[in-house]
């Protein structure tokens, strides 16, 4: 079994910053590509930030040069610091890893979403 729980949302007022974090857990063989994705209500779910395994990070135009992902490798983690928040950015934001486990037929690749946690900026 495996699990993603996050942590870190919360309030905070424009300007503001917050610092979310996600634990993989469980039998897992490996992990390749981990992110965080938001939602806002009435809105689709959208890609935040990415990071692979070898530390290639991919951002959302809308928070280059305000949002830094981070990942370590050996504690199953990845992280989002988010810095200068907007209105705009309120959501709820998932964590998502693409998670290789053992199965008996063989090793198999898998998403996994997190809970969620909700980030709300005031204005």
């Known amino acids: 079994q495996v699990q993603l729980v996050e942590s870190g949302g919360g309030l905070v007022q424009t300007g503001g910053s917050l610092r979310l974090s996600c634990a993989a857990s469980?039998?897992?063989?490996?992990?390749?590509?981990m992110g965080w994705y938001r939602q806002a209500p009435g809105k689709q779910r959208e890609l935040v930030a990415a990071?692979?395994?070898?530390?290639?990070?991919n951002y959302a135009d809308s928070v280059k040069g305000r949002f830094t992902i981070s990942r370590d490798n050996a504690k199953n983690t990845v992280n989002l610091q988010m810095n200068s928040l907007k209105p705009e950015d309120a959501a709820v934001y998932y964590c998502?890893?693409?998670?290789?486990?053992?199965?008996?037929?063989?090793?198999?690749?898998?998403?996994?979403w997190g809970q969620g946690t909700q980030v709300t900026v005031s204005s």
């Open positions: 998502n890893a693409q998670i290789t486990i053992t199965r008996i037929s063989g090793l198999r690749t898998m998403t996994y």
């Open positions: 469980g039998s897992i063989f490996g992990i390749n590509t």
């Open positions: 990071v692979t395994s070898s530390g290639a990070t």
